[in-house]
T-cell receptor, first 110, second 115 residues
Framework: GQNIDQPTEMTATEGAIVQINCTYQ??????LFWYQQHAGEAPTFLSY????GLEEKGRFSSFLSRSKGYSYLLLKELQMKDSASYLC???????????FGTGTRLQVFP | EPEVTQTPSHQVTQMGQEVILRCVPI?????FYWYRQILGQKVEFLVS????????KSEIFDDQFSVERPDGSNFTLKIRSTKLEDSAMYFC?????????????FGPGTRLTVL
């Protein structure tokens, strides 16, 4: 089976750095995705990791350790518009579906 | 930039009625998906569709659900006899390929309310 865990809520201050962790257990692994979801809107793609290491994309970076079943999303220079839910999703092997975690609701304060 | 579109944005229906949710995936994409998100809960996979047939479905996708690609552009989800617990946001998604690294693009969703 699959299990994905991430913190329910986090808060941070504008301009700061925040790290959102995700641990997963899956039967096989084909990659890990991070999506951003503003309230009432669709998930939008942020990043994808399939190999161990850090992927950097502007203010956002994502890290993966397959041996530990662990990923994090790093958000730098936080802006008020970064207040949203951040969804960790795993693509199990031999399937094209995404299994989502419950999401981490991030609130950025001035 | 190409995007997935969905209609209607909101659908209110009576329990037991049939609903059809419509999606237009990105034009060169080959893989299509439906997900749902009950208010306050996580996004859940329903079904994936490729080459005019279902490639995978979840336990949620029972006999009351069906999908169809009636023409070259539309992708629909039908719920034959809606139940109260079908109330949720339904997202359509598409991807270019099954190859790792190509993300699924989500549409804006249809909010279904079953009374």
């Amino acid at each position: 089976g699959q299990n994905i865990d991430q913190p329910t809520e986090m808060t941070a201050t504008e301009g700061a750095i925040v790290q959102i962790n995700c641990t997963y257990q899956t039967s096989g692994f084909n990659g890990l995705f991070w999506y951003q979801q503003h309230a009432g809107e669709a998930p939008t793609f942020l990043s994808y990791n399939v190999l161990d290491g850090l992927e950097e994309k502007g203010r956002f970076s994502s890290f993966l350790s397959r041996s530990k079943g662990y990923s994090y999303l790093l958000l730098k220079e936080l802006q008020m518009k970064d207040s949203a839910s951040y969804l960790c999703a795993v693509s199990p092997r031999n399937t094209d579906k995404l299994i989502f975690g419950t999401g981490t609701r991030l609130q950025v304060f001035p | 930039e190409p995007e997935v579109t969905q209609t209607p944005s909101h659908q209110v229906t009576q329990m037991g009625q049939e609903v059809i949710l419509r999606c237009v995936p990105i034009s060169n994409h080959l893989y299509f998906y439906w997900y749902r998100q009950i208010l306050g809960q996580k996004v859940e996979f329903l079904v994936s569709f490729y080459n005019n047939e279902i490639s995978e479905k979840s336990e949620i996708f029972d006999d009351q659900f069906s999908v169809e690609r009636p023409d070259g552009s539309n992708f629909t989800l039908k719920i034959r006899s809606t139940k109260l617990e079908d109330s949720a946001m339904y997202f359509c998604a598409s991807s270019e390929s099954l190859l790792g690294g190509l993300e699924q693009f989500f549409g804006p969703g249809t909010r279904l309310t079953v009374l």
